[in-house]
């Protein structure tokens, strides 16, 4: 069964650096999200991503994010520069539609992030 | 914020049914229930959806009362592996597809 793949799994990195979390969607599908969820809180939106740009975002997914889908498989979240309380369990998901009756989303393992 | 209701947790034996409720009391005419579950610290699992009508796959049934301000849903024999978060989830209009986590029921099956 197909299935959405992220990498790496854990994230460690120094506050301040920059760190890009991967993702590789299920083929056939055309619209790509980003999630977060911070230890012992809820999944929180990031942002929503469709025919190569951004569709929808949150409050969160400020300057120091973007989303980029460089070649046609993966789709990357990069954060700038990192601060503490961006350490998170990171969740990329794609659905083959969207709203409406085609909300099925499909998530990966998530990226836990650590940020010292 | 989250649009729905639900009870913080819920216990339920092994190979009994687990029902679990969910209040969406302003839900729209357009919105679809969802529900998602999230085992330990994976990434959520879609599982149901539905409008107005009863829906049933091979993972769970979700009832939908009438008037669509509540919705029930079942797993009509719970293994361990069913112990999750579950979410219920009120979604789409057909101008968004972002998806509103609240704390969802934590349900602990048990032998």
């Known amino acids: 069964e197909p299935e959405v793949t992220q990498t790496p799994s854990h994230q460690v990195t120094q506050m301040g650096q920059e760190v890009i979390l991967r993702c590789v969607p299920i083929?056939?599908?055309?619209?790509f999200y980003w999630y977060r969820q911070i230890l012992g809180q809820k999944v929180e939106f990031l942002v929503s991503f469709y025919n190569n740009e951004i569709s929808e975002k949150s409050e969160i997914f400020d300057d120091q994010f973007s989303v980029e889908r460089p070649d046609g498989s993966n789709f990357t979240l990069k954060i700038r520069s990192t601060k503490l309380e961006d350490s998170a369990m990171y969740f990329c998901?794609?659905?083959?539609?969207?709203?409406?009756?085609?909300?099925?989303?499909?998530f990966g393992p998530g990226t836990r992030l650590t940020v010292l | 914020d989250a649009k729905t209701t639900q009870p913080t947790s819920m216990d339920c034996a092994e190979g009994r049914a687990a029902n679990l409720p969910c209040n969406h009391s302003?839900?729209?005419?357009?919105?679809?229930v969802y529900w998602y579950r999230q085992i330990h610290s994976q990434g959520p699992q879609y599982i149901i959806h539905g409008l107005k009508n009863n829906e049933t796959n091979e993972m769970a049934s979700l009832i939908i009362t009438e008037d669509r301000k509540s919705s029930t849903l079942i797993l009509p024999h719970a293994t361990l592996r069913d112990t999750a978060v579950y979410y219920c989830i009120v979604s789409g209009s057909y101008n968004t597809d972002k998806l509103i986590f609240g704390t969802g029921t934590r349900l602990q099956v048990f032998p």
């Open positions: 083929s056939n599908h055309l619209y």
């Open positions: 302003t839900i729209s005419g357009n919105e679809y």
């Open positions: 998901a794609s659905s083959e539609e969207a709203g409406g009756p085609y909300n099925e989303q499909f």
